[in-house]
Nanobody, 119 residues
Framework: QVQLVESGGGLVQAGGSLRLSCTAS????????MGWFRQAPGKERVFAAA????????NYADSVKGRFTISKDNAKNTVYLQMNSLKPEDTGVYYC????????????WGQGTQVTVSS
């Protein structure tokens, strides 16, 4: 079982930056692919960014490419999402997720952290 705890959300003006963190409870974190998803008010949860277990591969939604950066520190059991040039449409609850590399879907989810971008 992997428990994930997100932090770093908050209120920021358009054009600003935030860094989200997600810390995992299990030492096997280094063997998991990690992802960030987000859910805007009244909408479904969608993919934002992902990183492979080794940190060697990353993937981004088109809507965040060039503005967000995902990274992973296996020594700290933590994955980060650096968000720059934030836009009001980035507002939502951001969720961290983990999966073994052999699986297509994410097995473990955090409770989410709120990000609000004001115009």
């Amino acid at each position: 079982q992997v428990q994930l705890v997100e932090s770093g959300g908050g209120l920021v003006q358009a054009g600003g930056s935030l860094r989200l963190s997600c810390t995992a409870s299990r030492r096997a974190f280094s063997n998991y692919d990690m992802g960030w998803f987000r859910q805007a008010p009244g909408k479904e949860r969608v993919f934002a960014a992902a990183i492979s277990w080794s940190g060697g591969r990353t993937n981004y939604a088109d809507s965040v490419k060039g503005r967000f950066t995902i990274s992973k520190d296996n020594a700290k059991n933590t994955v980060y999402l650096q968000m720059n040039s934030l836009k009001p449409e980035d507002t939502g609850v951001y969720y961290c997720a983990a999966r073994p590399p052999v699986k297509a879907g994410y097995d473990y989810w955090g409770q989410g952290t709120q990000v609000t971008v004001s115009s």
